[in-house]
């Protein structure tokens, strides 16, 4: 199993550019979600969902769209990149909603806007 | 309002030696509380999972202990090696709602 992939690695944008971060995972998971970590903060959740279908808001949603089609996918799409949006992405998952499961997550998209 | 807190930020310690690393938290209602280690450039992993009712969890030389009265769990490293170099990351489980503390970041020389 490869787990929880993010494309890209790193990413530079201008202010105002759109882009879409990818994240797959091979586990079934139903529970999938994105993350954005900050220095001197800790994970903030932006969306997350359910399963394929269903996507919800997490703590810091504005200014970020996602879609769940499959099971697998969840992409996360960056609207008009802003220098506020600059952070490390990581996206995550889990077989349900139950929060006692064990949390998987990608290896992180490191993006900058300028 | 539900906070977890990392203490100390950062540590230096000489590779051998033991340390602790503190998490406080005021989450509510409470369902459980994981250690993660994050390398870095890289996702974090998880260490431990802990319950209400867990007071201890061991895995390999990292062991987790959790004080639900109190609101205070801590990571014990011991006999660290060069490889524990990372930032510790302490989350608290509220439903299926995740608190994340900032973290400490562990350095261990040689």
């Given at each position: 199993n490869a787990g929880v992939t993010q494309t890209p690695k790193f990413q530079v944008l201008k202010t105002g550019q759109s882009m879409t971060l990818q994240c797959a995972q091979d586990m079934n998971h139903e529970y999938m979600s994105w993350y954005r970590q900050d220095p001197g903060m800790g994970l903030r959740l932006i969306h997350y969902s359910v399963g394929a279908g269903i996507t919800d808001q997490g703590e810091v949603p504005n200014g970020y769209n996602v879609s769940r089609s499959t099971t697998e996918?969840?992409?996360?799409?960056?609207?008009?990149?802003?220098?506020?949006?600059t952070s490390v992405y990581f996206c995550a998952s889990r077989p349900n909603s139950g929060g006692y499961n064990e949390q998987f997550f990608g290896p992180g998209t490191r993006l900058t806007v300028l | 309002k539900n906070q977890v807190e990392q203490s100390p930020q950062s540590l230096i310690i000489l590779e051998g030696k033991n340390c602790t690393l503190q998490c406080n938290y005021t989450v509510s209602p409470f369902s459980n509380l994981r250690w993660y280690k994050q390398d870095t450039g890289r996702g974090p992993v998880s260490l431990t999972i802990m319950t209400f009712s867990e007071n201890t969890k061991s895995n390999g030389r990292y062991t987790a202990t959790l004080d639900a009265d109190t609101k205070q769990s801590s990571l014990h490293i011991t006999a660290s090696q060069l490889s524990d170099?990372?930032?510790?990351?302490?989350?608290?489980?509220?439903?299926?709602?995740f608190y994340f503390g900032t973290g400490t970041s562990l350095t261990v020389i040689p």
């Open positions: 996918d969840f992409p996360l799409r960056l609207l008009s990149a802003a220098p506020s949006q | 170099s990372a930032s510790y990351i302490c989350v608290v489980g509220a439903g299926d709602q």
